[in-house]
């Protein structure tokens, strides 16, 4: 028998807490028989949705309860001091204390990741944490951090992100030595801002597989492995990628509404956009890594649906199956030198 | 009649230099009878082009030699201090002098900015001009800047930004008030780097009918007229943008290229596909302005093909028939409070 992974789930954040955490953790339960999953939040919520479900506790499958529930709107420092019996707080220290492996939350990110950084703190030689996330290329994805928990970033902090992305990728996808590139305006060496120019001249001299600059499109070209950049910088990036998605689709319904011979031909081409779609639908891509921790923390979209929460689960799975903060952690001392 | 404009063409910049800078200007004079064009460059290499388009100067076509030719990976510092008789700074020289009121470039972005900025000066108030362009989005356009000029921006900067992109915007697309968002990595108030909050109230303060901070995909939604960000983010959203589109079509023409079913279905969607193709054609959006200064300079893509190049030719027409330096200029003072 394979070794099961315990995964402690906050049942009561993201827009829609346990409707569609339950669901999403029922659905994965059936999918991997290697997990076992805590639900943590209002038991009575939980039971609930487990009736819905027609599932009860039991097995694979614990309710842990938890009396409070973080707001998305809430201030991180807030969380902290006043919320200590949060299903938030609760199903990250269920990962401090060894019960879980992992966790997952769709709450508010700056509570999420306040709250990691608290109870798991950070790996030794790593300041601060990032967040990273496998984004869909042309030749399968590329893990782009960091994409919003450091919004001023300093040359060594985006140094240590390279390291954290290189392995992260090189346990996730199993890679022997991940090419990382940084995120810059143009590949001429006299472009850039200062931070970046001095990032460069870091990663020059590390030993990681370093190819240089490389500019936005590199996310989707898929020729490196990671991409690394400032939190600014990775989050309007990538929302502004979704926003292009959302603009292409919609003017193609459009363009196919038109008339009836448009409409006729849109009828034909359904089961290739939908095949299209599927490559490049955000839910398959749903769950971010809070990378540079003690422990593994996976933050799910706030407005995720049961689906995208079950991937986000999946993702929680191979980073406990590869113990990816073990390995960062022993290849840190290696690298940052 | 209505009153011409001469624009001047470095006919030399870019990837192929005359090769498509000649055929579209002969196409411009086509199609609008009221601008005079002027090629800056080597007059043999410019008359060989013009007869291979059986045309020929005169009238309202007029060539005007220029010895040098400035390359595509040439330093800025480099052009300014040897390259004084290039086709860049010619073509810039026309527009310092009156002679034209607009010039186009396919050009070094770098050398043309500090060429123009030397050359034609900032208006008063403008610390360091930017590079604006519409970008297609669900209801028409948005006018971003800065998109690459300045990496490193303090927070005065991007307020001179957004008055500079409102001016322009209520110039050339008429508008009464233009919108203007400032881009970050949430709408909450609680993030967003240092200059950007700083920005964010100078803004909040102006007389610009600024809307607060936007997303990413707020460049694509059209629910603003204006975007700001630092040349850093901008260009790094843009190339990220045009990755994602580039990916999305190579995707779907494979999707369509799978069996004799989706090719059959490929081709009854071709009229529609093409009819999406062209709304999102970056060639059609192809011309952004380097704004801020006392001249209307007009950047062209490096690879941009005579049909793009021709787009340019017809920015540079608009913005001199509405005078837009002019009008920044004159709203400068009331709007920098």
Same mark, same amino acid.
């Given at each position: 028998m394979k070794q099961r992974v315990t995964i402690s789930l @906050?049942?009561? +954040? +993201? @827009?829609y807490g346990a409707g569609i955490v339950v669901p999403a953790a029922v659905s994965a339960l059936h999918r991997f028989d290697d997990i076992e999953l805590i639900l943590v939040g209002d038991e009575k919520v939980i039971a609930a949705q487990l009736a819905r479900a027609r599932e009860r506790a039991g097995g694979r499958l614990r309710v842990h309860h938890a009396s409070e529930t973080v707001a998305m709107d809430e201030p991180p420092a807030q969380t902290l001091r006043?919320?200590? @019996?949060s299903s938030m707080r609760v199903a990250i220290n269920l990962v401090q204390s060894g019960v879980a492996q992992a966790c997952v939350s769709a709450g508010n990110t700056g509570a999420l990741m306040a709250t990691a950084r608290f109870v798991l703190k950070t790996l030794a030689g790593i300041d601060r944490p990032a967040i990273i996330t496998g984004i869909p290329s042309l030749k399968g994805h590329t893990h782009v951090l960091d994409? +919003?928990?450091?919004?001023n970033c300093k040359a060594q902090h985006l140094f240590q992100f390279a390291v954290m992305g290189s392995v992260l990728a090189s346990a996730v996808d199993e890679l022997e030595n991940p090419r990382v590139g940084l995120l810059n305006?143009?590949?001429?060496?006299?472009? +850039?801002?200062d931070q970046v120019k001095e990032a460069d001249r870091l990663l020059k001299h590390s030993l990681l597989n370093y190819v240089g600059y490389v500019e936005g499109d590199a996310i989707y070209c898929g020729d490196v492995d990671v991409v690394v950049c400032d939190g600014f910088v990775g989050n309007i990036s990538l929302k502004a990628s979704e926003g292009v998605a959302k603009m292409a689709s919609q003017l193609v319904r459009k363009e196919f509404g038109r008339n009836l011979i448009t409409r006729l031909s849109g009828l034909a081409a359904i089961p290739v956009l939908r095949a299209f779609g599927n490559r490049i639908d955000p839910r398959r891509y749903n769950g971010a890594s809070l990378v540079g921790l003690q422990g593994i923390v996976i933050k799910s979209h706030g407005g995720a649906d049961a689906f995208s929460f079950e991937h986000a689960i999946q993702i929680a799975r191979i980073e406990a199956r590869k113990s990816v903060p073990q390995r960062i952690d022993k290849q840190l001392e290696r690298l940052l030198t």
């Open positions: @906050d049942a009561m +954040g +993201g @827009d006043l919320k200590k @019996d994409l +919003g928990a450091n919004v305006v143009g590949q001429e060496a006299i472009k +850039g801002n």
